[in-house]
């Protein structure tokens, strides 16, 4: 016989007893409110489940305590004792909540609550996320969550695979966040100089110096002459370039200078291979050939009906003439663009040097410079706070007095001269394995040996004569150390399309005893002209028509 109303009520198990309180519908909060009774049960404690409620039979009164609900204020959910202390009953605990079985019991103070939950999935283990490759995926509650991977100091994180690779640092480096760092051999090493000489660090090494040196890093305190001289890190076997390197001394410092069809990585400090096809997308080969790229090097293929240039990059049709040809009975007849003459050969086209020829072509104030096949007259506009060059119309000179309200060190900082310099070539020169390069400029500073000049280049600008040219880069243009001291070279590396006016500003900063003493700017103007350099191919088209 049920103990209680099981329409209306529900029965809770209690110490020494038990309790019938009112049924309600699953909800947010549910209050205790028992009913209350004295009868003696007489079976023990058991659970059934009963239509989704649970039903609760107790026998006997263990050690015949009397069992009653109470509460204050005329509230329930507390269980009263022969004594007046109130003690909370966690119904969650005991099971006698009547949640359903998409919620969760959380026991309150006198009540309890059912709190909507998701089902727990696992979505890590069961590889249901969608973490990329560089990422883990961390599991929780109802959800997940993608962390990025992280690697050892020695480890650098393949974005391809998410694996982590090992990273092999030179000599004098060690790996550090998927990097190769320079170790400070002064800070780590206790005893790596004498006592009477202090520690330098210098990338890849260290070196030794009486203390109280005043050079700067990369000079040596010379002790018979008293002079900062410079240290040749190549000689010394000091730097850290690779058997595909060849290791360059410049003033304070060296360089590694990686072999043709490779460059420096600053990150591995390794030369790798130049994918030239990538890096000079549309510059490596001329628009009739595709580029495959190799190991060191690259291949322009021709398209059909196309051969082969001697610079292996550009590709020749037929052309006959530089410029227009005119048919005749049993041979042709080539005329020249404006600007040009027939040579006696009757094909090769001579660009006329009109600023040669006709002095008074253009004012007193500027400069006449020949282009292939025309000229152009340029007037040197000098920046503020300097005056032309009586001596050379191409160079502008600083100002007298302009450092008169300037520290020394800021008017050091300023180009003691600016000049501009010109010239012009034709379109696709051409650059083979057997000529790698074409010298443009030359430039030379100081004989003296205790002078050293460092040289740097950059591209201003490149002003294409119409939307088809391609336009130049810096990379299509080498820096290199010149045969003579403080002297460098300008070369074209790779043949420009044309027309073309290409601006290069080559800084020179001198050195004198390891103190910067000064520095010189040049312009360069490069004018390529629209026609392409004449070869043997047009005279042994005319050999065999005649």
């Known amino acids: 016989m049920p103990l209680c109303d099981f329409k209306r009520e529900i029965c809770v198990n209690i110490i020494g007893g038990y309790g019938c309180r009112p049924a309600k519908s699953a909800a947010t909060s549910k209050s205790k409110e028992p009913k209350l009774s004295s009868k003696t049960p007489k079976r023990g404690p058991q659970r059934a ?169 990369g000079y040596y305190m010379d002790r018979e002459s008293g002079f900062c001289l410079d240290i040749d890190e190549c000689q010394r076997g000091t730097h850290t370039c690779t058997s595909i390197a060849d290791c360059i001394n410049l003033p304070g410092m060296y360089r590694c200078k990686c072999a043709a069809g490779f460059e420096f990585n600053e990150y591995t400090m390794r030369c790798e291979d130049i994918d030239e096809c990538i890096k000079f997308s549309g510059h490596a080969c001329s628009l009739q050939a595709d580029c495959v790229n190799s190991i060191g090097s690259y291949q322009c293929i021709c398209k059909p009906g196309f051969s082969l240039a001697a610079d292996n990059r550009s590709c020749d049709g037929n052309e006959l003439c530089m410029g227009k040809c005119i048919n005749t009975p049993g041979s042709f007849l080539c005329t020249c663009p404006e600007g040009y003459q027939v040579m006696s050969d009757g094909i090769t086209c001579k660009d006329i040097d009109e600023c040669l020829e006709n002095s008074n072509l253009c004012d007193i104030d500027q400069i006449c410079i020949n282009l292939l096949g025309s000229f152009k007259c340029e007037r040197i506009e000098c920046p503020r706070n300097y005056i032309p060059d009586r001596t050379f119309k191409n160079r ?46 030359s430039m030379k500073g100081p004989p003296n040996q205790d002078s050293s000049m460092q040289f740097e280049l950059r591209l201003v600008s490149a002003k294409q004569g119409s939307d088809s040219v391609t336009p130049a880069i810096r990379a299509n243009f080498l820096l290199q150390k010149g045969e003579d001291h403080n002297s460098a070279i300008i070369a074209l590396r790779d043949s420009l399309d044309g027309p073309q006016e290409v601006h290069l500003e080559l800084t020179l900063r001198l050195t004198t005893n390891g103190q910067f003493n000064g520095k010189y700017v040049a312009n360069l103007l490069v004018f390529v002209s629209q026609y392409r350099p004449q070869t043997q191919h047009s005279r042994l088209h005319r050999i065999r028509r005649l």
Not at 53 to 65: D, I, M
């Open 49 to 217: 489940k009963n239509n989704g409620r649970f039903v609760y039979k107790t026998v006997g009164n263990r050690g015949g305590l009397p069992a009653f609900w109470s509460g204050r204020n005329g509230g329930g959910g507390r269980e009263e004792h022969a004594s007046t202390t109130f003690i909370d009953i966690d119904e969650c605990l005991l099971l006698v909540d009547d949640c359903l079985e998409s919620q969760r019991c959380l026991n309150t103070p006198g009540a309890y609550k059912c709190i909507r939950t998701k089902s727990y999935v696992d979505e890590c283990t069961l590889g249901a996320h969608d973490c990329g490759p560089m990422y883990q995926c961390k599991n929780t509650q109802g959800s997940f969550r993608c962390v990025p991977k992280r690697c050892e100091d020695n480890q650098v994180l393949d974005p391809g695979t998410g694996e982590c690779k090992s990273v092999n640092c030179p000599p004098g480096y060690r790996p550090r966040d998927g990097r190769c760092e320079d170790v400070d051999e002064c800070r780590e090493k206790n005893n790596a100089c004498p006592f009477y000489e202090e520690c330098v660090n210098t990338p890849g090494s260290f070196r030794c110096q009486e203390q109280g040196n005043v050079c700067s890093n």
């Open 396 to 441: 502008c000179l600083k100002k007298p007095g302009h450092c008169e309200n300037m520290f020394l060190e800021r008017c050091k900082k300023l180009p003691i001269h600016i000049s501009w310099q010109h010239i012009a070539i034709p379109k696709q020169v051409n650059i083979s394995l057997h000529r790698t390069s074409v010298t443009l400029f």
